[in-house]
């Protein structure tokens, strides 16, 4: 469980769209980029490039230092003026693309620097700050969760000024660092696309998704890519644009430091236990490394502490993580130590081979330090077996070779030798060979037992506290949807910062965002662990689930 800390670093006579004011919000001001659906369109030239940027109606005016000249503003309800507009924007970047090739620029090369001249217009002093993110007295916000999702919605606070001090919990991360893969999905590859300022990827492609028979030969295939890449090679990724810790994964973090950004400091040691709402204030109280109590006040806290949320078990004592009958025993192996037949049946590919109610996938993730390169990859898989609960079965599985029960993970290299022996010998009649022999070459595997929880609400305390990430809602993993989840919350709680989104449409998005994946990875368990009739039953709610919340994000989102 990781804990963090954000401050919000600002004073004056402001308004947020978190605390409003009665006062008259004074626009932002603009920086590059198209963003529709709003009412206006401003097209703009900003340090001698043509750019597009949507304001309200209240905004057509603008105050701030930057070098810019406002050219035309035309009404957003001239669909043809706004297509004229999108094709003359996509052409420039089109030619822009092929004269930086021309010049030997990559792309990647070109994605940073376009992202470096947006970060370029951060507001240098409180006087420059949008009066829709400034506050008034000097607000503190405090952050609840420093993993992957903690780190993402921190990034996305200091990138827009805010002082971010975010505290953590080591044990937690120990537990998330045990080499298991992670999709990266569209909204994820967003977030990045925004706000990652590091050069090169840090993922796997799989050009599309196999199916193999007993005789492990291909039976099917789907054409779906899916880069996949490791818990590790986020987290620094993300650290590094955190508070620029270099890393082998990012050896070259301190390139993430603009001039313009919040402070960022991430400390380890502190554990929440609990959350008190004061009038005006969020009490957050904390133990730390050696038993110390501790707390602090915020005006906003961003829970983000996984999924065994201490925040959520306070504020929703009725939800509790469910195990829903099955677990999944993973492990990885180097690329080089794999057979060449079995890497020719493989490749990059995400491979799936079913069985009776039971299935195993594997694919490429980045090998030691993030490489990618081939040879230096790893093979990841996870093989899926059901145990229902409470059953002895499941009690010796998740208990681990001093003796201790696990509630949730059997750390890596603490698995039981006997029960990873019975693995291996069930490997031995059931698997394909290439399967058989990743699971044979497996030197610390690990177990995990999968459970799911979904919170009724993200929005607490009067909009004080917001919940994020799995401890708004755990997945089962089949469905590539927690660090999806994350992403997509925070790049809406930029828009909410930035005054294009009110805070109950953020509670409404990303509480059917997490709905519906939860039901979808349950389709998708049922699948393959389950019989027929509870796949019927699973994909009948589904469709209610995703018909009810599409409805009333439609009408009230």
Known sequence: MFYSLLSLAGCGQAASPLFPTSRRPTPCTPRTGLIKRQRWIMVERYRGHDCCRTLSPSSTSTRGSLNRQQVQTIPASNLLYQRILCALSCHRRVLQRQLL??????????????????????????????????????????????????????????????????????QSAQLQTQGAGIGTTDSVKDFFDAYDLLDGEFWVTSPNIQFLTPEATVKNTWNIEMPMTTWSALYFRLRANFDGLESPYSPHAQTCLLEGDGRAQYDDGKTVTAVRYHGEKVRVEYVDGDGHPGSLHADLVIAADGPASTIRRILEPSVERKYVGYVTFRGTVPEIEVSAEAREVFGTKLTFYQMDRTHILLYNIPGENGNISPGHRTYNYAWYANYPADSPALARVMTDRSGHQHRSTVPIGQLDPSVWAEQLSLATRVLPGPFRELVEKTQRPFVQAISEATSPRAVYFDGKLLVVGDALATFRPHGAASTAQAAHSALMLARVMKGELALPQWETRVLHFARVRSRLSTVLGNRYQAGLGTLAVSVVQLGWVWAVQTLFSLFWG
């Open 101 to 170: 090739q021309l010049q030997g620029v990559s792309e990647d090369g070109r994605r940073i620097a376009q992202r470096r001249n947006r970060q370029s217009c951060s507001y240098s002093s409180t006087s420059d700050l949008p009066r829709d993110i400034r506050v008034a007295h000097l607000r503190r916000y405090h952050q609840v969760g420093g993993s992957l999702a903690g780190l993402m919605h921190g990034i996305v606070l200091k990138r827009l000024g805010h002082n971010v001090h975010i505290l953590n919990r080591e």
